[in-house]
Structures are given as C-alpha cells and as structure tokens.
C-alpha cells in the first residue's frame, strides 16, 4: 500500500473515531465526600478534554485528499 494512501486511512478512521467519541474524560482527584466512622464515601472529580468537530472534519478531509493524492501519482 501506498504511504500517502495509508496516512490518509489513518486520519479518515481517526477523525471518524472523534466525530463519534466527542471527548476524553479523566479522573483528577478523589474527595472523601462523607465519613461515618469506619465507613468513608468517596467521589471522583472528573476533567474531559474535548474533541472538537471542526477539528475531527478537517482530519477527515485532509485524509481524504492524501487518499487521493495517493491514488492519482504514477510510478509508485
């Protein structure tokens, strides 16, 4: 296969993959929210970091444009 071909399947799944994910949730720190003697109940604070749609368009045509770049050069 082509690299042109490859790099451009690689940023079509990818941005297909960001289009329907929207985001990366991570867990910053756990808060003890209540203690009751021996018994501690804990919560998770929780960041995401956003995948942003233009951003996961724009790989989507930048993957398909080097698919056909890929495609149309002679010689390979």
Known sequence: MRPLMLIGLVLVILGVLA?????V??????DTVARIGPLEVQADRTRAVPLWPILSVAGLVAGILCMIA???????
Request: proline fraction near 0%; aromatic fraction near 12%; hydrophobic fraction near 20%.
């Open 19 to 23: 289009l329907g994910y929207q985001g």
């Open 25 to 30: 949730a991570y867990i910053t720190t756990r």
């Open 70 to 76: 890929g495609s149309n050069r002679k010689g390979a």
